[in-house]
């Protein structure tokens, strides 16, 4: 069913919690794990000296290195990983990078914000659920509950 899982990952911790499905997934199906990061230097565009905007690139393009890096650590033995590193927007690279044939389903994680911390924060995950030409598999990765207590992670059981 699956061929090419598409994960896109930001480097955080709580993306490993999307990462495992991921994982899990393309083991169940024989798939690759193209893992992506967006290196997204649009909201810096403000800052007054141009060499500063290339040093906030540079320093972003060595966060998505470090999280490419970590993906490939995490990958099981059996799983098949390609990763790259792109520039833009996170949501509209996302949605180019899911194309039908290329790729049959994007594995993402979603933070699960609401309110005022949805509006100001927006969702790439809500945008590339809506724009995306295959399906989307939004993971809650929030480590904490509403109570504000830890959740046991497990792992994912595909069969």
């Known amino acids: 069913m699956y061929d090419c899982i598409l994960v896109p990952t930001d480097g955080s911790p709580e993306v490993e919690h999307a990462l495992e499905y991921a994982f899990d997934l393309a083991r169940a199906h024989d798939a690759t794990v193209r893992a992506i990061y967006v290196v997204n230097v649009a909201g810096y ?19 998505g290195k470090r999280a490419i890096s970590r993906v490939e ?8 990983v390609e990763t790259e590193i792109f520039e833009g927007s996170p ?7 899911a194309q039908p044939g290329e790729c049959d389903l994007v594995v993402m994680g979603t933070h699960g914000r609401a309110g005022i911390d949805r509006l100001l924060l927006g969702s790439v995950t809500e945008r590339v659920v809506r724009r995306a030409p295959v399906p989307v598999l939004a993971v809650h990765v929030d480590p904490t509950d509403d109570e504000g207590t830890r959740r046991d992670r497990k792992r994912v059981a595909v069969e």
């Open 73 to 80: 650590d995490l990958a099981p033995d059996d799983v098949d």
């Open 91 to 97: 949501s509209r690279i996302i949605v180019d990078q």
């Open 45 to 63: 565009g403000g800052l007054p000296m141009e060499t500063a905007l290339e040093g906030v690139a540079e320093a972003l393009h060595e966060e």
